[in-house]
Nanobody, 114 residues
Framework: QVQLVESGGGLVQAGGSLRLSCTVS????????MAWYRQAPGKQREMVAA??????TYGDSMKGRFTISRDNAKNMMFLQMNSLKPDDTAVYYC?????????WGQGTQVTVPS
């Protein structure tokens, strides 16, 4: 069974930075996509960034501020977030796309006070 655990969230002032980590346990393929999503209170979950075979994709409001990366040897994925804004406040989730199922972590809270 694949399990994902996020870490690195917290409270940071506007303009600051955070680095989220996602640790994956279980048997996975390095070729399968992984992604970060976020969900703010009262809003739908949205895609933050995705990585597949070295190709990266970002949500429009994250471009230029966030960087997704993956360490296949350690079964880990990262999200470097810079120039954080209050609108970035949300629970951040990592996702691994298996052949037939998607696997999600439990989420980590990021709070940027206004």
């Amino acid at each position: 069974q694949v399990q994902l655990v996020e870490s690195g969230g917290g409270l940071v002032q506007a303009g600051g930075s955070l680095r989220l980590s996602c640790t994956v346990s279980g048997t996975i393929s390095n070729n399968n996509p992984m992604a970060w999503y976020r969900q703010a209170p009262g809003k739908q979950r949205e895609m933050v960034a995705a990585i597949s075979g070295g190709r990266t994709t970002y949500g429009d409001s994250m471009k230029g501020r966030f960087t997704i990366s993956r360490d296949n040897a350690k079964n880990m994925m990262f999200l470097q977030m810079n120039s954080l804004k209050p609108d970035d406040t949300a629970v951040y989730y990592c996702k691994y796309s298996g052949t037939f199922l998607d696997f999600w972590g439990q989420g980590t809270q990021v709070t940027v006070p206004s």
